[in-house]
């Protein structure tokens, strides 16, 4: 599914996306109307906002993993199985290009001609290579990298001089006292980097970093997003509250006080004052369901595990609405594993944390009773 939005996630609107069922890996946008849209075998390119897909089914000893464009014409894609593709009219044909061996996670150009690949020898993510064009792709030199550096986790290019990249995996931060998110720059094309300690990790890993200039920047983990204002000196993290169980995936920036940070969970929060404030564009449940029971066509329940409020939604309308029962006892991370019921009123929710509830109005309002254990000695016969 593709959606889109005009008006800052305020609203967003479906849009005919001619591949329904495939897995979406990347999307890029330079401006409103031309984008790029990869999924495993699939490029997806429009110009005029979403309305025209242009669909080209390429398939190839691997998978398309990112993409970018330097105009509305040119761009490239890498990914697994040393893929490196180039257009040069804004997706409708492409091109192989060589590549030395290398399973592509993150690919930037400056320009049509100055362009860095990242990657590993292997899908198992061994042997991390950074490489360099002069030449729009035609050729490609290796660029030597950090001591102790294992994976990537994100690549920035500011200039041909000019590369950030930051570690994905943090066991290689065996010089620290503390396991920390590290980053690297370098201002002179990779012949020297400079190391920055982010900060500390509790097990997640780099996932993504941005830099427009050599001073300001963003990097996101598993859980947190830091940016930095003076190059790397000094880090900030920033707060967001994202529930107990939810986890950073992704930001968005281009530059100046606006910042959209998107997770599991799920969440889509949008900052328009520097990340003083924070907006949540997605509404209503969105939790893992874990069980649903219909009495009839139009009476029933739907149990999940909720980062906040109440675990228990129920419908009298066949499900057109809904609206959260009464369980002020219950802990609200935990999902419902199974509802039964007797009549339309009197009815039990049973709980992951071995708690059972009661209902004596159809679920409106639930009490928690005490559930028993009977054990068959012969098979169920007794």
């Known amino acids: 599914m593709v959606m889109r939005t005009f008006d800052g996630g305020e609203s967003c609107t479906n849009i005919d996306f001619p591949a329904a069922g495939v897995?979406?890996?990347?999307?890029?946008?330079?401006?409103?109307?031309?984008?790029?849209?990869?999924?495993?075998?699939?490029?997806?390119?429009?110009?005029?906002?979403?309305?025209?897909?242009?669909?080209?089914?390429?398939?190839?000893?691997?998978?398309?993993?990112?993409?970018?464009?330097?105009?509305?014409?040119?761009?490239?894609?890498?990914?697994?199985?040393?893929?490196?593709?180039?257009?040069?009219?804004?997706?409708?044909?492409?091109?192989r290009q060589s590549i030395p061996t290398i399973h592509g996670q993150a690919i930037d150009f400056v320009d049509e001609n100055v362009g860095f690949v990242a990657g590993h020898m292997n899908q198992n993510f061994d042997y991390p290579r950074?490489?360099?064009?002069?030449?729009?792709?035609?050729?490609?030199?290796?660029?030597p990298l950090p001591e102790l550096f294992e994976r990537f986790g994100g690549l920035s290019v500011i200039s041909q001089q000019q590369?950030?990249?930051?570690?994905?995996n943090h066991s290689i931060n065996q010089d620290s006292t503390f396991a920390v998110f590290k980053?690297?720059?370098?201002?002179?094309?990779?012949?020297?980097?400079?190391?920055?300690?982010?900060?500390?990790?509790?097990?997640?890993?780099?996932l993504k970093m941005k830099f427009l200039t050599e001073e300001e920047g963003y990097v996101v983990s598993c859980g947190q997003l830091y940016r930095t204002f003076d190059g790397g000196e000094n880090r900030e993290t920033i707060p967001i509250?994202?529930?107990?169980?939810?986890?950073?995936?992704?930001?968005?920036?281009?530059?100046?006080?606006?910042?959209?940070?998107?997770?599991?969970?799920?969440?889509?929060?949008?900052?328009?004052?520097?990340?003083?404030?924070?907006?949540?564009?997605?509404?209503?449940?969105?939790n893992d369901f874990k069980s649903v029971y219909f009495l009839n066509e139009q009476q029933g329940f739907s149990g999940?595990?909720?980062?906040?409020?109440?675990?228990?939604?129920?419908?009298?309308?066949?499900?057109l609405s809904w609206?959260?029962?009464n369980n002020p006892d219950i802990f609200t991370y935990t999902p419902v594993s199974s509802f039964g019921f007797d009549s339309e009123a009197n009815g039990w929710a049973a709980f992951t944390s071995n708690q059972i509830f009661e209902t004596n109005d159809g679920g409106l309002f639930l009490t928690s009773t005490k559930g028993e254990i009977i054990k068959s000695t012969d098979y169920g016969s007794s």
């Not at 950074?130 to 660029?143: A, D, F, M, N, V």
């Open 130 to 143: 950074l490489y360099k064009t002069l030449e729009g792709g035609g050729s490609w030199t290796s660029i």
């Open 304 to 319: 999940y595990g909720g980062i906040d409020g109440p675990s228990i939604l129920r419908p009298t309308d066949g499900g």
């Open 23 to 95: 897995q979406i890996r990347f999307v890029n946008f330079r401006d409103n109307n031309h984008g790029v849209v990869v999924a495993w075998s699939h490029i997806f390119t429009t110009s005029d906002a979403g309305e025209i897909w242009h669909d080209t089914h390429w398939q190839q000893a691997g998978v398309y993993v990112a993409a970018d464009f330097v105009d509305n014409n040119t761009g490239w894609i890498t990914g697994s199985g040393s893929i490196l593709i180039k257009t040069s009219d804004g997706g409708i044909n492409w091109s």
């Open 163 to 168: 590369i950030w990249i930051s570690a994905f």
């Open 241 to 286: 509250e994202t529930g107990f169980i939810s986890s950073c995936t992704d930001f968005s920036w281009q530059g100046g006080d606006e910042l959209f940070v998107s997770g599991t969970g799920q969440f889509l929060f949008k900052s328009e004052d520097n990340e003083q404030s924070w907006k949540n564009l997605v509404e209503g449940p969105i």
């Open 183 to 206: 980053a690297y720059y370098t201002n002179n094309g990779g012949t020297d980097w400079t190391t920055f300690e982010i900060g500390h990790t509790d097990g997640s890993m780099v």
């Open 323 to 325: 609206q959260h029962a």
